[in-house]
């Protein structure tokens, strides 16, 4: 395999001339002259029989076949560091980096660190909050906290909680809508969240309400569509019991029933054929306890939403 492989003293130059589009900045970056960083490159380009950079005036370029083959060199740094920080006895085994859905993150994860780390003083915690798909192994992260319905490539997946459909509103704004106790929803605005567009339709099936009726606000986050409902800007479709606190304090309130439950939920996501380190492992095992402990300190006023008063309809 080794006869095969390119320089790889080349290959972090190349990494850093390609982000850089420049050789003299890759050079200043890792403490080498801008002549050493051209003669690798030059190399790795002999080595390969390929044109890695178009020269340009005083700057480079990647070429087609050097945009390809640097993403390709950055997962196989990226995996190198990260087999580096994971070696057993180093002091990075105690570092612990985390992908998590943003709502999540602020609403449930953020609140309880602070617990963690009184527990674990000597385990470092990185949190990156994202939407995007990690893929294991390749991905730096040790776990990942998605919504969905727990099944991802090359994944093993523990149910942190699942969650319910209820729209919610401020209480000042469902009142601009309702007459006589009745909801007229071809004057609602509808706020949704882009990635969970298709809730709206679900809860509107579940009710037999008209497919298009009123308007719509759009945000990127259910953390925000929240905000937007308090600040009365319309009806959001709160999903519980992420949506507790602003039901509990008044902020917002329930406008209409059913409370429909659903599949989806919270995943504690890792690789499935990744040896858990101990730093790991105590994160998986304090977070697993903190879901259900929450999932029961939530059950009553769930189970209270769901025989609760809530307005008529005008679908």
């Excluded at 969650?163 to 004057?187: F, H, Q």
């Excluded at 939920?265 to 492992?281: C, H, K, N, Q």
């Amino acid at each position: 395999m080794s006869r095969h492989l390119p320089p790889l003293t080349s290959l972090r130059q190349f990494e850093a001339a390609a982000r850089y589009e420049s050789f003299s900045k890759a050079a200043k970056e890792l403490g080498q002259t801008a002549s050493a960083v051209s003669h690798a490159i030059d190399a790795l380009e002999k080595h390969l029989g390929i044109v890695l950079f178009k020269r340009e005036g005083r700057g480079v370029a990647l070429t087609a076949a050097g945009q390809t083959f640097v993403a390709y060199v950055r997962d196989g740094l990226t995996m190198i560091a990260s087999g580096a920080e994971r070696l057993p006895g180093r002091p990075t085994d105690r570092h612990v980096v985390l992908s998590v859905v943003p709502t999540f993150a602020q609403r449930f994860l953020v609140p309880r660190i602070p617990g963690f780390r009184k527990q674990h003083p000597g385990i470092r915690l990185s949190i990156d909050t994202s939407h995007r798909l990690i893929t294991f192994p390749h991905d730096t992260a040790d776990l990942s906290i998605r919504f969905g319905r727990g099944v991802w490539p090359s994944a093993k997946s523990e149910l942190l909680f699942r969650e319910s459909l209820i729209p919610v509103a401020s209480p000042s704004y469902l009142a601009t809508i309702t007459k006589a106790g009745v909801i007229n929803w071809s004057l609602a605005t509808f706020i949704c969240v882009s990635l969970l567009e298709h809730d709206w339709g679900t809860w509107r099936r579940a009710v037999g309400m008209e497919a298009h009726v009123g308007d719509e606000l759009h945000f990127d986050t259910a953390h925000l569509a929240y905000d937007a409902a308090v600040a009365g800007m319309g009806i959001a479709l709160g999903r519980l019991p992420m949506v507790l606190p602003e039901l509990e304090s008044g902020a917002l309130v329930s406008a209409m029933q059913p409370v429909l439950d659903i599949e989806s939920g919270y995943w504690l996501v890792g690789a499935e054929d990744r040896e858990t380190r101990p730093s790991v492992e105590a994160f998986r095992r304090w977070l697993l306890q903190e879901a259900e402990s929450y999932c029961a300190m939530v059950e009553h006023p769930i189970a209270q939403l769901r025989v609760g008063g809530h307005h008529e309809a005008r679908l």
